[in-house]
């Protein structure tokens, strides 16, 4: 009960508490609930809360992003906007090129194979006809075809001008091929052009110079094969030292992973750097096909153009060296410039083409194209600047142009010369270095035209006077002719259809045309009559319809003795020009072409270049250096030692200082030995007749390329005398001073000739009886005869059989004898010896050399008509019947040189106590020599067509056909052996049969 009592009121108590409990937790869990649902809403609210933020945020940064695109695009438009066009350009320019790829590549290719030795002018006309090809076979090529444009790259060009390379198509194309093709290239670089350039070229990569006479240039070529170092081989000949063979093929193999090749006997390590260059001063070289394959021929002569800017460089150069300096920078600038501008170009669409995506968000890409814009901006206003002052100074260059053209054209006209005598060559380093004297030694004038006049004058003289000196008697008028008519052309006042005619009298077929007067005219004049006609200007003249009108009009002219004296009829007179009525004359009359050439420089150059001047040996010495020898070219009878021994001597290099040998067999090492003792102790040697050891050239040439300044006494000098010989070393007569000491021609120069040398120049010689008047006064007038003498004996030879039966070489060194003789024999005796005088001069002197008994008749009645008693006792003396060659009123040396020079140049034949016809056959003989050397250095870019555009070929082919139209068809043998049949009895018809 008391349990009862105690626990169930705690009974009730504890279920009213769980009660309690459980409506306090349901209120709980429902709190609970309640307090989730507003967590769960503010989780939702923060997480909104924190999706607009991010979404804030977003939209800031694209706001910040397309801002910074915004300015990066401007940036990307100003920068590049300006290239638009250009690139458009530049676009359209690749399709084209795309589209005439393989043609241009394919006649690129052409070029570089076969038209490398060939000249400009046949090039083009090449390059034309493949082109034409091209087209005719549906393969698209440029029209305009440029090497430099297919395979070329400006900037490279550009640095390769700044090197020394000619600024013309023509040589830059060369180094095109040069840097393109795949065999190794050999230069032909007569002019030395090729070799300056590859020098200053490659001269920062350690370049090896080598020549086939050095001893060790097998090691050199070794070596910078190995290291890739680029080697010049200069100076060959026309064959290639076998060993050579492996590396001309490129014949490399790989051993242990390397690249390797054999040369010789050695296996060498083969580096891709190396470079091989091959140069020749042959001007036109002959090789054998199998050279020809191995190597990429190039023919690197200079073109006109070329050298004419060289010479206005070099004139500017002397006569405003501020201004030639200011444009070689400009030129430097200029090239810089052209090659950061490319860099700048590549280097923006390497950027371009490398950037991923948008390139407006690559901010690094931006930077690299707005810097490139700005440097570019800047370089290209530069530029425009550098091409403004270049304008400028170009004009003032333009003014000095006149000078370098006149010049350039020169230059040509002694490279042709080699084409008649293998002894005349000049180099360019010579001919640059006369042309840089002229500058400083000619007169000077403010007035610019002035100036260019006298430079003018002065460098054609000067080089006329140098050049003579070096040539034979017998183109000494031909070299005036060529220079005269070379300049002419230049200037445009000769056509070369007209001198081309002068030259050869015209081609053509059979004429037709009936000879209006077989009297004087015969068929060779009638034919060239005709032929002349079809000249433009004397086809418009209608002068054959007015000459067949009337011939007789023109027969003075054929008949006068000096046809070159008198005047065409009128009309004629007025209407040609001083070379058309030359080329009437030379019709007319063509055994007076050389006095007509002859008066035609006169007119056109002055009289100074139709009388060369007298042989001086003291003048060729100062022109001389130790570094480079003196070169007597020699003629039949021609003898310059006794002249150089007596200079040797008045020099201080007679005795001991002066060794000489005369070259032969087994001389070659006594020779060398010679050179190399005077060499370092400064005396002279001479070596005779170098023709004669044509072995031995090739050590004369070594010997004469290791001569300098550094190596060699100052004093020295090396003279060598050799015959005219194609085997003498090209580079020895380029640099050399050439020589010839030969009669001149006429008997005017003969005599002038003689009174300048020794003895009769030596004025203590001359004068040694003028303390005895009466003895002097014979002394001069005999000597005056005796010159005379000895000029009519020597210009007989050029009659042929009517002057002398047999040539003979009769020399100064005859003249020197018999002068020394007389003025022994007037100092010893009272009264002058005639008989002792004419016997030692006729019979010893001269006389000891002819063979032929009419011949020694002949000689000592001319020695009886110049040296004999009447020519000292009778007054003013006449030695022919005109009296023009007569003994002067002159008392001094100089009174007689004076007479001398007033006599005429042409002698008339009765000089030689001849008759006048005589000449006709010696003139022809010389008009002849005269018109074929001429023809010789007509070469056929200089005839590349006649005046209606047609080549010599296509004249050619046509006489050809013409010919081929008057023969007769061919015999018809069927038809001959059935009307003449072999018979034992008719023995005529097997003859007519086989015949």
Request: net charge negative; aromatic share 10%.
């Amino acid at each position: 009960d008391r349990v009862a009592k105690v626990v169930a009121p705690k009974r009730i108590a504890l279920a009213e508490k769980e009660t309690e409990v459980n409506d306090l937790e349901a209120m709980l869990s429902q709190k609970r609930a309640e307090l989730k649902m507003v967590q769960d809403r503010l989780a939702e609210l923060n997480q909104a809360l924190a999706d607009k933020v991010q979404e804030k945020e977003d939209l800031e940064a694209k706001v910040d992003l397309c801002a910074k695109k915004l300015e990066r695009a401007q940036k990307l438009i100003g920068g590049l906007g300006g290239e638009k066009k250009r690139w458009f350009e530049a676009a359209e320019s690749l399709q084209e090129a795309y589209n005439n790829l393989t043609g241009d590549i394919l006649v690129a290719s052409g070029v570089i194979a076969y038209l490398g030795p060939y000249t400009s002018v046949y090039r083009q006309q090449a390059v034309d006809l493949w082109v034409k090809k091209c087209t005719q076979q549906k393969l698209k090529c440029s029209k305009d075809f440029s090497l430099r444009g297919i395979l070329g790259d400006p900037v490279k060009i550009r640095g390769w001008n700044i090197n020394g390379l000619p600024t013309d198509g023509f040589s830059v194309d060369n180094a095109v091929m040069l840097a393109n093709a795949r065999r190794w290239p050999l230069l032909i670089d007569p002019q030395g052009q090729a070799n300056k350039w590859i020098k200053n070229m490659e001269a920062e990569n350690k370049l090896s110079v080598i020549k086939l006479t050095d001893a060790t240039f097998m090691r050199t070529l070794e070596n910078a094969i190995q290291f890739g170092t680029p080697v010049l081989l200069e100076n060959i000949g026309e064959e290639l030292d076998p060993a050579l063979e492996p590396l001309l093929l490129r014949q490399t193999f790989k051993q242990a992973g390397v690249i390797c090749m054999k040369l010789g006997e050695n296996v060498l390590e083969y580096s891709k750097d190396f470079r091989f260059y091959i140069t020749t001063k042959l001007p036109n070289p002959h090789y054998l096909p199998e050279t020809a394959t191995k190597v990429t021929l190039i023919n690197f002569m200079i073109t006109l153009e070329g050298l004419e800017d060289q010479l206005l460089g070099i004139v500017v150069a002397k006569e405003q060296p501020q201004l030639e300096e200011e444009r070689q920078a400009l030129i430097v600038q200029s090239a810089s410039n052209q090659r950061q501008l490319k860099e700048i170009e590549a280097q923006i669409l390497q950027t371009l083409s490398a950037s991923q995506g948008n390139i407006l968000e690559d901010e690094g890409a931006i930077k690299v194209l707005d810097d490139a814009k700005v440097l570019s901006d800047d370089i290209s206003e530069k530029q425009k600047i550098a091409e403004a002052t270049q304008l400028k100074i170009n004009e003032s260059r333009t003014g000095y142009k006149p000078v370098a053209s006149h010049s350039a054209v020169l230059f040509f006209v002694i490279a042709d010369l080699a084409n008649i005598d293998p002894m005349y060559q000049y180099s360019l380093t010579w001919f640059v270095n006369l042309y840089i004297s002229s500058i400083a030694n000619s007169t000077k004038s403010k007035q610019l035209d002035k100036r260019l006049r006298y430079l003018t004058d002065h460098f054609t003289y000067n080089l006329y006077c140098n050049v003579c000196r070096s040539l034979l008697e017998k183109d000494k008028l031909l070299f005036s002719f060529m220079l005269c008519t070379s300049l002419l052309k230049s200037r445009h006042q000769l056509d070369q259809g007209e001198l081309m005619f002068y030259l050869t009298g015209g081609v053509g077929l059979e004429n037709t045309r009936p000879n209006p007067d077989e009297t004087w005219i015969n068929k060779r004049m009638w034919d060239e009559m005709c032929r002349m006609a079809e000249l433009p200007h004397f086809a418009q003249e209608k002068f054959l319809e007015e000459f067949e009108a009337d011939p007789l009009r023109f027969k003075y002219i054929y008949d006068s003795k000096t046809p070159y004296t008198e005047e065409l009829p009128t009309k004629w007179e007025q209407s040609l020009t001083d070379f058309q009525k030359m080329i009437v004359l030379r019709v007319l009359r063509p055994d007076k072409a050389v006095p007509l050439s002859r008066r035609f420089v006169d007119a056109k150059l002055g009289q100074k270049f139709t009388e060369p001047p007298p042989f001086n040996l003291a003048e060729s010495y100062n022109d001389s250096r130790a570094t480079a020898p003196l070169i007597f070219v020699l003629s039949p009878g021609a003898d310059p030692m006794a002249q150089l021994l007596k200079f040797a001597d008045a020099s201080g290099f007679g005795g001991d200082k002066f060794s000489a040998i005369s070259l032969g067999q087994g001389q070659g090492p006594f020779a060398e030995a010679m050179i190399e003792k005077a060499r370092q102790d400064g005396s002279w040697v001479a070596l005779q007749n170098c023709h004669l050891a044509v072995s031995w050239m090739n050590s004369l040439e070594r010997i004469c390329e290791g001569l300098t300044p550094e190596t060699v006494h100052r004093d020295f000098r090396l003279w060598l005398t050799s015959y005219p010989s194609d085997k003498f070393p090209v580079s020895v007569l380029q640099n050399g001073v050439k020589m010839t000491n030969e009669p001149p021609t006429g008997l005017r120069m003969n005599v002038l000739q003689s009174y300048l040398t020794d003895p009769i120049s030596d004025s203590e010689f001359y004068e040694k009886l003028k303390p005895d008047p009466p003895k002097y006064a014979a002394f001069q007038k005999l000597l005056f005869g005796l010159c005379l003498f000895h000029a009519l004996v020597q210009e007989r030879r050029k009659f042929g059989p009517l002057g002398w039966n047999i040539p003979y070489g009769f020399n100064e060194s005859d003249l020197r004898i018999s002068v020394r003789q007389l003025n022994i024999f007037l100092e010893e005796y009272e009264d002058v010896p005639y008989a002792a005088l004419q016997y030692l001069t006729g019979q010893c002197n001269y006389g000891g050399r002819v063979t032929d008994d009419w011949d020694r008749r002949c000689l000592v009645s001319i020695l009886n008509n110049t040296y004999a008693r009447c020519v000292v006792e009778d007054l003013k003396y006449k030695f022919s019947p005109s009296g023009v060659y007569h003994i002067p009123a002159a008392s001094s040396y100089q009174e007689f040189l004076d007479f001398i020079r007033e006599l005429p140049v042409e002698q008339p034949p009765e000089a030689f106590g001849m008759h006048d016809n005589v000449d006709i056959s010696k003139d022809l003989q010389e008009t002849k020599l005269l018109f074929d050397s001429c023809l010789t250095t007509q070469k056929g870019g200089a005839a590349a067509s006649t005046d209606d555009g047609r080549r010599p070929e296509d004249v050619l082919d046509e006489i050809a056909a013409g010919i081929l139209n008057k023969l007769p068809p061919l015999f018809d043998l069927d038809a001959a052996h059935k009307k003449f049949p072999t018979r034992y009895d008719e023995s005529m018809n097997t003859v007519l049969v086989q015949e």
